[in-house]
């Protein structure tokens, strides 16, 4: 049935019915649009449109509408229904008659698609700036494992400078810091309701628009019906923020590429993250990074297209508009994809720092070092330069270094060089001469992890978190708890620490933690067959190539996980290694959609301190308290049960 079938003589073709239809693609809308309906039909009801009774009744069935579509949005792709508003409206209808036709008094489908879609971009927005953030702290991580390691630094992808590898990290932690604030200032100018605004010239009803909007969750309500139900600006701004970040996702991409081939053979990436060839067995392939780097062209590609839709659009509403969430979509789908492949592309990268030294070594990279050294002795740097530049000349006509010159080699160049020119031209020399602000010596570097990890760079995007999807009332935005953010926030901030998947080769390890702390009553014992078969849900940390804890992830059903067997070596304790073991095993549930972590504990302030919240023990399923039986050299009182909530839906409007 369609929603305006009663000017027309006769049907649509089928051909256009298909070509009009955009149910396949704004279905992702549905939860928005039934929330805007209910705010919709509660402003109706401060107008005298609807009764209370009515509105309850109406209320009553789009709650339900909403659990049937949380719970399987593709029955929706079923219905030849136009478009989502008209499948809500139908099935409204269908539950509760002619009542569900009054819903509509007032309202078009242009401010209700323009609605849901800011709606939409608001919740999404949340989920990229977890994303964002969470590859910003990865990068962290990498640059405090890596932040002594030299690696030559370059320009015009010549050999230039040595750097530091944490300095090359910090450098992408800037990057991503930018695009947390393009974010967050696209999301702002998107926090906007245009519901109310009609067809184009507003609606006829004396509506608050103010509290309609502050209901939703908006800070505030549109001021221009033409602009409300026409504006695709938050569409273009997320695009654009997409394709900028994209951007820098494929710089990252491609620097790696380079370090990962084998005239560079500077880095290694993880087996979860490369392929092979189906001819050639020695290959290994970055193809996470080369898909990256690709994918990006898809999200600039869909920015392009949205410009080249909005460029001649008259006000107000034109269909060209229904364009707007196919590329949408795609492309923060896309991003957030990307983002969360960066993530284990940077946690799985092994660095071969013999190698990366011996390159920057090589090249004449403390030139510029023998060019300063020559200025300290009161030549002008432009005399000096010349001066350097004969220098390597002829030590590339001789095959050597700067620093294999004799002094008498090198006074040949100048007699202002003396015996201490050679302590200037070391790798330590070229680094520790860096250390303005924001420069590559160590020095700078330590500062800069320091600030970031005190707060001054990640604090604020944990705010930021924390305002955008805590501090907004919308009823319709990810609850998240300050101490739920700020646990996902901190996962594997040890330093010098590194979780991953186990393989077959920590058998051993794991064996011997778990039977040590079983033994001691802390953890129920595991055999070492069991742990071979179970080994693929299992991670570890390890510090230094030594695994000094493990921890397990048990699927039960879908949606419901158990985390077991979190255990670390005593030498390892207080360092935070059970802490990042426990995140990368809720980051982990998060990726593959669980819905719920439980755990059976004696210990119930550690997990409470990552998020878990207490339950009856007693309203666990049978199987669950079966498989998990009492320690013997515990008191089975003082076991208690825990849960997590991974992604906390929207609460009940």
Not at 49 to 57: C, D, P, R
Not at 323 to 346: P, S, Y
Not at 364 to 390: C, M, Q, W
Not at 594 to 620: A, H, R
Request: a negative charge; hydrophobic letters at 40%.
């Amino acid at each position: 049935m369609a929603l305006w079938g009663g000017r027309f003589k006769e049907q649509a073709s089928v051909q256009f019915k298909k070509f009009n239809d955009s149910l396949p693609v704004d279905y992702r809308m549905a939860v928005q649009d039934i929330v805007g309906s209910i705010a919709w039909a509660e402003a109706l009801t401060t107008v005298d449109v609807l009764s209370q009774a009515e509105f309850q009744e109406l209320k009553a069935a789009l709650l339900e509408l909403k659990a049937s579509v949380e719970e399987n949005p593709k029955q929706i792709l079923a219905s030849d229904a136009e478009d989502i508003h008209s499948w809500v409206e139908i099935n409204l209808i269908e539950k509760t008659g002619d009542l569900g036709k009054k819903l509509h008094t007032g309202r078009s489908r242009n401010d209700q698609v323009a609605t849901d879609l800011k709606l939409w971009c608001k919740e999404k927005g949340s989920d990229l700036l977890y994303a964002l953030v969470n590859l910003q702290q990865a990068m962290l991580d990498l640059a405090e494992r890596e932040r002594n390691t030299v690696l030559p630094g370059y320009t015009h992808l010549q050999r230039a400078q040595p750097i530091t590898f944490g300095h090359w990290c910090l450098a992408y932690v800037e990057m991503f810091n930018r695009d947390i604030g393009r974010l967050k200032d696209a999301l702002y100018r998107a926090d906007t309701s245009p519901l109310g605004s009609g067809a184009l010239a507003g609606t006829a009803y004396p509506i608050d628009r103010e509290l309609l909007a502050h209901n939703l969750g908006f800070r505030s309500a549109t001021l221009n019906s033409l602009d409300a139900v026409s504006d695709r600006d938050h569409v273009i701004e997320l695009l654009s923020t997409a394709s900028i970040s994209m951007m820098h996702l494929s710089r990252f991409a491609e620097d790696l590429v380079f370090y990962n081939s084998g005239e560079a053979g500077f880095v290694e990436m993880s087996d979860l993250v490369s392929s092979g060839s189906s001819l050639m067995p020695q290959k290994k392939n970055p193809d996470a990074c080369e898909l990256l780097r690709g994918k990006a062209g898809r999200v600039m590609g869909s920015l392009t297209g949205m410009m080249m839709t909005m460029k001649a659009l008259p006000l107000a509403y034109n269909k060209d508009m229904q364009e707007d969430k196919e590329g949408l979509f795609d492309a923060l789908d896309t991003w957030q994809e990307c983002m969360q492949m960066a993530v284990l592309v940077a946690e799985g990268l092994t660095v071969n720092r013999a190698r990366t030294l011996a390159a920057a070594q090589q090249g004449y990279a403390n030139s510029t070092e023998l060019a300063d050294y020559l200025v300290s002795k009161d030549i002008p740097f432009r005399e000096a330069h010349h001066i350097v530049g004969e220098v390597v000349l002829a030590a590339i006509d001789a095959g050597h270094a700067l620093e294999d010159f004799t002094i008498a080699q090198l006074q040949k160049f100048s007699d202002r060089i003396e015996q201490d020119v050679y302590q200037h031209l070391s790798i330590e020399s070229c680094l520790d001469k860096r250390g303005a602000l924001g420069g590559t010596s160590r020095q700078q570097v330590e500062k800069a992890l320091a600030e970031v990890q005190s707060g001054n760079l990640l604090s604020d995007n944990q705010d930021t978190l924390n305002t955008q999807v805590l501090g907004a009332p919308s009823k319709t935005q990810i609850n998240l708890t300050l101490k739920q953010v700020k646990q996902r926030l901190n996962a594997q901030r040890a330093a010098a620490m590194s979780v991953r998947r186990a393989r077959m080769s920590d058998i051993d390890s794991i064996s011997t933690l778990v039977d040590y702390w079983a033994e001691r009553g802390e953890i129920l014992p595991r055999s070492r067959d069991n742990i071979i078969h179970d080994v693929q849900n299992f991670v570890v940390a390890e510090v230094d190539g030594v695994v000094v804890g493990c921890a397990s992830l048990y699927i039960y059903q879908t949606g419901l996980a158990e985390i077991r067997s979190v255990v670390i070596d005593k030498s390892a304790h207080g360092q935070g290694q059970g802490q990042a073991l426990v995140q990368y095993l809720l980051e982990f549930a998060h990726q593959i959609q669980l819905q719920k972590i439980i755990v059976l504990t004696y210990i119930p302030n550690y997990f409470e301190q990552l998020g878990f919240n207490l339950i009856d023990k007693n309203s666990l399923a049978d199987n669950i308290i079966e498989d998990s039986e009492q320690s013997p050299h515990k008191d089975p009182d003082d076991e208690v049960a825990m849960e997590y909530i991974v992604n906390r839906c929207a609460e009940e409007v």
